[in-house]
C-alpha cells in the first residue's frame, strides 16, 4: 500500500470516532465523563475491554514474539484469567460497596490520607508508562509504513497520534470511549481473522493443515516445565500472569473505571467474567497469527525489518500485511486492526489519567461546579502533552520486545498497589499511615536491585514476572511492620 492509501484509511476511521464521539457527548458533564452516568450496558463494556486489554502491544508484539518465545506467552496468559476471577470475585464487590469514583479512595477510608496519595501515585506512574508502552508501538509502524515516507518525523507522528485521541475524548470521556472500544475491538479481532485467511490462502493450506504441519509444531511449545530456573518457567510464569492482572485491571482506574460505569455491581460481575473467557481465545489466536507470519516469512525468505540496525520482529506483522503483495485488502483491514488495538487503550487510558488527577490529586469535587469542568479539561490537555513526551523519550531508551518490557515493569510500578490493597483486604489492621510511600519506596528499591542482579549471583536463576507479587509481598511485609499496636 502506498502511504497515501494508508493516510486516507487512518482519516477515514477517525471520522466514523467523530461521529461516534459527538453522538454520546452532548453531555459533558463530570459525571458522564468520570463514570459514563454509570449507564453503561454489560455485554458493550465487556465486549469494548477486549480491545483496551489486548492493545496494539498485543495487536503487533505477540505475533512478533513467537519467533523466540514460541507458545510460551499463553501460560501467562492462563495466569490472568484466574487473575479475572479474582477482579470480579474479590474487588468489584468492594469498589461498589464503598461507591468509589477513583478506586484509590478505598485506601483513604481504609488506612488514611498517605495510603490513598501513594496507591494514586504508583497507578499514575504505571499508566503512564504503559500507555506509553503501547502507543509507542503504533507510532513506530506508522513512522516506518507512512510518515516518514512523507517526510515526517517521529516526533511529529507521536503529536499528531495524541491529538487525534484527545480530539474524540475530551468532551465525553468514558462514555463515549465504552463504544468507541467496541467498534475498535470488533475491528482487531477482523483484522486477525482476515490475516489468517489470506496468509493460508496464498500458502495453499487449510487452517487444519497449518495446525498440523512441522511448521507450526516449531513454534507452538507451551509449556515450560524442565527449567525451575527459566523465565519462561511454568509455575513463575503462571503466577506472574495471575498477579499481573489483579493489578493492571483490578488496580488500575483505567480498567476499573469501565466497570464503575456499569449500572450496578451484578452487572460489573458480568462484564469481567465473560470478558476474560473471551480474552483468552483471542489471544491464543494472535499467537497462531504468530506462527503464521513466521512460516509465511521463511517460505518467501522475507526478512525482519530493522530499527536503527537492528532485527525488531514486533513489525514483521505490519511488513506481510503492508509490503509483501498480499492485496490492499489484508493492508486496510492491518491498519484498522492497529489503529483500534491501539486506540482503544490509549483513550481510556487518557481518560483514567485525567480522571485520577483531578480526583486523586485535585480534589475536584471540593470545588465549583463550573471550575470542576474547566480544570477537567485542563488537565486533560496536560495529560497528553505528557504522553507524548514519554513516548518520544522511549525511542531513545528501549530496546526489548514491547510487550516484554511492559511486563517487566509492571512488577516495578505496580508491586506496591498489590501490598497495599492486598494488606487492607487480607488483614484488619491499621497502620501508621505517615509512613507507608516510604515503606513502598524501600520495596521498590530492592526489588529494582534483583530485577538486574546478574543470574550468575543467583546460582543461574533469571528473574521473570515472579517480581510483581515479589514487590507486593515485601510491600506487604513492610506494612505489617508499621502496624498500630492493639491495646
Not at 525489518?305 to 498480499?326: C, Q, R, V, W, Y
Request: with cysteine; glycine share 8%.
Amino acid at each position: 500500500m502506498t502511504p497515501v492509501a494508508i493516510l486516507l484509511t487512518i482519516v477515514g476511521y477517525f471520522a466514523v470516532l467523530m461521529l461516534i464521539s459527538w453522538r454520546t457527548s452532548r453531555d459533558d458533564s463530570n459525571e458522564v465523563f468520570f463514570v459514563g452516568a454509570k449507564s453503561s450496558p454489560w455485554y458493550i463494556v465487556a465486549f469494548g475491554m477486549i480491545g483496551a486489554s489486548l492493545s496494539g502491544v498485543t495487536f503487533i508484539s505477540v505475533p512478533g514474539w513467537i519467533g523466540g518465545s514460541q507458545f510460551t506467552y499463553f501460560q501467562v496468559v492462563l495466569g490472568y484469567l484466574v487473575g479475572y476471577w479474582v477482579v470480579a470475585l474479590v474487588l468489584l464487590p468492594i469498589y461498589y460497596r464503598y461507591n468509589v469514583t477513583s478506586i484509590y479512595q478505598y485506601l483513604e477510608s481504609r488506612f488514611g490520607w498517605v495510603s490513598y496519595k501513594t496507591g494514586a501515585f504508583y497507578f499514575f506512574i504505571s499508566r503512564v508508562l504503559g500507555a506509553a508502552f503501547r502507543l509507542f508501538l503504533v507510532a513506530l509502524v506508522l513512522q516506518q509504513f507512512v510518515f516518514g515516507a512523507l517526510g515526517v518525523s517521529f516526533e511529529w507522528t507521536v503529536v499528531l497520534s495524541i491529538l487525534l485521541i484527545w480530539v474524540y475524548t475530551y468532551r465525553g470521556g468514558i462514555k463515549t470511549i465504552v463504544w468507541t472500544d467496541t467498534l475498535q475491538t470488533g475491528f482487531m479481532i477482523a483484522a486477525v481473522a482476515l490475516a489468517i485467511y489470506l496468509i493460508l490462502q496464498q500458502m495453499n493450506l487449510s487452517l487444519g493443515d497449518f495446525l498440523n504441519s512441522e511448521g507450526f509444531a516449531k513454534y507452538s511449545q507451551i509449556l515450560v516445565l524442565d527449567d525451575w530456573q527459566s523465565k519462561s518457567f511454568f509455575w513463575k510464569s503462571f503466577i506472574g500472569g495471575a498477579f499481573i492482572t489483579i493489578c493492571m485491571t483490578g488496580l488500575d482506574q483505567d480498567m476499573m473505571q469501565k466497570n464503575l460505569s456499569c449500572r450496578n455491581l451484578k452487572d460489573a460481575k458480568k462484564n469481567m467474567l465473560s470478558f476474560s473467557v473471551v480474552l483468552t481465545a483471542v489471544t491464543f489466536v494472535f499467537m497462531v497469527l504468530g506462527a503464521l507470519l513466521f512460516m509465511y516469512a521463511t517460505e518467501n525468505q522475507i526478512e525482519i525489518p530493522l530499527m536503527d540496525g537492528k532485527p525488531k520482529t514486533d513489525l514483521l506483522f505490519p511488513e506481510i500485511a503492508l509490503n509483501s503483495g498480499l492485496g490492499p485488502g489484508l493492508g486496510i483491514v492491518f491498519l484498522l486492526g492497529l489503529i483500534a488495538a491501539a486506540y482503544s487503550s490509549a483513550d481510556s487510558a487518557l481518560t483514567a489519567l485525567t480522571t485520577s488527577f483531578c480526583v486523586d490529586f485535585l480534589n475536584l469535587k471540593s470545588l465549583p461546579e463550573p471550575r470542576q469542568k474547566s480544570l477537567r479539561k485542563q488537565v486533560h490537555v496536560g495529560m497528553s502533552v505528557l504522553l507524548i513526551l514519554v513516548i518520544i523519550a522511549y525511542k531513545y531508551i528501549l530496546s526489548s520486545n514491547v510487550i516484554d518490557s511492559l511486563l517487566t515493569v509492571a512488577g516495578y510500578t505496580y508491586g506496591p498497589l498489590l501490598g497495599l490493597f492486598a494488606f487492607g483486604i487480607l488483614t484488619k489492621h491499621q497502620i501508621k499511615d505517615r509512613y507507608v510511600f516510604w515503606v513502598t519506596l524501600v520495596s521498590v528499591v530492592i526489588i529494582t536491585f534483583l530485577g538486574q542482579l546478574d543470574p550468575k549471583y543467583l546460582g543461574g536463576y533469571i528473574v521473570g514476572y515472579e517480581l510483581l507479587p515479589l514487590n507486593g509481598l515485601m510491600t506487604f511485609i513492610g506494612l505489617w511492620l508499621i502496624r498500630k499496636k492493639v491495646d
